[in-house]
């Protein structure tokens, strides 16, 4: 059991360390595919392969690069051992996540990284897992949902007129409302505001502040909760 756990963990930050690959290439403007093996942001010095180990690299360097010293991104980390015990606790669970929510899971946290680097969200990673939870999750047109409907017409309105909120943060909403019952689609949003609306409280510089990653956590609480 402990091996099967092991195992498991270590394939969920490896599926981790990529997402963080292709999301800091994306938002530098880098090629997916043809670019070399991964460099330190800093010094660019590319990385010897045991640095590229999941959690193990980076904690083997103390967080921070073996060639300038500078610290290395807790997002990495953060990322890798989240997707790590996203993948243990899934395969164990009485009720068993499906494969598809596993890969919205994936497609959240990619965009969580984006939204957080850059402001940026990239709608066309969107479109397979939210084409598959309509075949998988049919829509019932019922008050709940329609609720739903006219709380995301109102936060587009509100993307369009304001800058309180983006259009990428109503796409992703509209992703998650096929994967999920309204409920939980409104409870993970709610959850989302609170916990953005202490960050904003609590920090002491003014500024814009990504919300992909809130809406992204409270959809992983509110389904994954018992």
Do not use: K
């Not at 402990?2 to 880098?30: D, K, P, V, Y």
């Amino acid at each position: 059991m402990l091996l099967t756990h092991t195992l498991l963990f270590w394939i969920g930050a490896c599926w981790g360390s990529w997402l963080t690959c292709m999301a800091e290439r994306l938002s530098a403007n880098q090629s997916l595919w043809r670019q070399p093996r991964s460099a330190c942001p800093v010094c660019h010095h590319q990385l010897r392969a045991w640095q590229l180990i999941p959690l193990v690299g980076a904690a083997v360097q103390g967080w921070r690069c073996h060639d300038c010293h500078q610290p290395i991104s807790w997002y990495s980390t953060l990322l890798e051992a989240l997707c790590g015990w996203l993948l243990m606790i899934s395969w164990h669970a009485p009720n068993q996540i499906p494969l598809l929510m596993l890969g919205a899971y994936a497609v959240l946290l990619f965009n969580s990284l984006t939204d957080y680097l850059t402001f940026d969200v990239y709608p066309s990673t969107l479109l397979l897992p939210g084409g598959l939870g309509l075949l998988w999750h049919p829509l019932t047109l019922n008050a709940a949902f329609l609720s739903l409907i006219g709380l995301l017409v109102g936060l587009s309105l509100c993307a369009l007129f304001t800058n309180r909120f983006g259009l990428g943060d109503v796409d992703v909403l509209l992703m998650l409302s096929t994967l999920a019952p309204p409920a939980v689609v409104i409870e993970s949003l709610l959850l989302a505001t609170l916990a953005a609306l202490l960050i904003i409280v609590s920090r002491r510089t003014p500024g814009p502040l990504p919300f992909v990653p809130f809406i992204t956590w409270g959809f992983i609480l509110c389904t994954l909760a018992p």
